[in-house]
């Protein structure tokens, strides 16, 4: 590999490419939700802080941990302002600084890549940010493919250790679920795991391929359970999108409930232009409050993006009929409102709690279960819809 210096010309061409606000949104969520995840085990509760000693974070396909901005060939023009830090990049520095706040934590990072250049870039990561020092965090990488790197690290003793936590991250280039594999990590104890699915662009585009080789084909197969030709089939027989959505949604659930029983939430991620439907970031996990921080997370990375969304928020208050619930009238309209949009969820909220009394506990309990209102949409509420607190019990009025 030539040599390069950081974020330098040469450097710009060996780190992966981005070409979309869909990726750098997602590497904010990944992000933030490392870090509300950390500060779960730490803060929610006296328990997990005699559970645990040790915090575990494993990147099944890290990349290079820097990005650079994508232009065809003929378009190239080197800019240094065009790099951006990746998921890989900012979790070693959240974990370097929760390592060296919590010194009596362990704090271990397992980053994985099939490319080979991608790891030495991540090297050229950690060294600028000064990991040596801090003895209790180790970081630990391999050159392997995803499936032979998932297959080994799910039978180590450090993984199955039931006083560590751990967070995975698998986060594919297309869709490509081998359950053989993905079985392992969907059965290891004590453990989150964050996936995305790409499945609204990669599946359209590789039915429409004329010549797609077989493997392909079995891919797709083998991710959804059911053969390519059907799945052909339902695409050009049910063109709206929405409709879609929520067909491959399906099958992909029903193939993790094939495999455990843990509890499942998902985030739609949309480009912030045409507010398109790019892919969905799932969580899957035992814990309520897990599932609950990808709710959250993805609400306030939205709610930060406010002044570009306000054209999307019209309207909204007349989504819902009165013989209607907004579950039936889903695929009706932009899926970004339900998530994201914060008249939506006003809306939502009241028709969840209109004229109810619930303890902290109930309340809190509906919101964290709700497959829609993220936990931290409550002061945004406030704004229009007046319920009160009352000692222990949250009173919600019918109008």
């Known amino acids: 590999m030539e040599t390069c210096t950081y974020k330098d010309k040469t450097c710009s061409k060996t780190v992966n490419k981005y070409n979309h606000d869909g990726t750098l949104l997602k590497f904010e969520a990944f992000t933030d939700y490392v870090e509300s995840w950390i500060n779960k085990i730490f803060y929610h509760s006296q ?79 950690e060294r600028r940010l000064n990991t040596s020092d801090v003895k209790n965090l180790k970081i630990i990488y391999s050159n392997e493919d995803k499936y032979k790197f998932i297959d080994r690290i799910t039978s180590l003793k450090e993984i199955n250790n039931n006083k560590a936590h751990k967070l995975i991250i698998y986060d594919p280039y297309e869709v490509d679920f081998n359950w053989i594999y993905m079985k392992k990590l969907l059965k290891l104890n004590d453990s989150d795991l964050i996936i995305t699915h790409f499945y609204p662009n990669d599946v359209k585009r590789i039915v429409n391929l004329e010549n797609l080789n077989q493997d392909k084909k079995d891919v797709i197969t083998y991710s959804y359970g059911i053969p390519f030709d059907q799945i052909k089939e339902y ?51 035992s814990s309520g409050i897990a599932i609950a921080l990808l709710k959250d997370t993805m609400y306030r990375l939205y709610e930060n993006s406010k002044q570009e969304r306000k054209q999307y928020a019209q309207d909204s208050w007349n989504l819902f009929g009165d013989e209607q619930s907004y579950v039936d009238l889903r695929c009706d309209f932009n899926e970004y409102q339900l998530h994201y949009d914060d008249l939506t969820l006003t809306e939502i909220f009241k028709r969840t709690f209109a004229g109810k009394t619930l303890s902290k506990n109930e309340f809190e309990k509906v919101l964290q279960e709700h ?29």
């Open 47 to 125: 328990e997990n802080k005699g559970k645990y000693n040790e915090l575990i974070f494993v990147d099944c396909m890290c990349s290079s941990g820097l990005y650079y901005k994508y232009f065809k060939k003929d378009e190239y023009n080197y800019d240094a302002d065009l790099f951006r830090e990746g998921t890989g990049y900012k979790v070693i520095d959240k974990f370097r600084n929760y390592a060296e706040k919590f010194p009596e934590f362990n704090f271990t990072i397992y980053m994985n890549d099939y490319d080979e250049k991608f790891i030495k870039c991540m090297y050229c990561n």
């Open 235 to 285: 695409f050009y027989s049910h063109q709206t999108p929405s409709v879609r959505t929520e067909y491959f949604r399906e099958l992909f659930n029903k193939k993790v409930k094939d495999h455990c029983y843990k509890k499942m939430s998902y985030a739609p991620v949309f480009n912030n232009k045409e507010r398109n439907h790019v892919f969905d970031i799932v969580c899957i996990s």
């Open 371 to 399: 497959e829609y209102l993220p936990t931290n949409i409550k002061k945004q509420v406030k704004k229009i819809y007046k319920y009160k607190k009352m000692g222990d019990l949250y009173i919600f009025p019918k109008d």
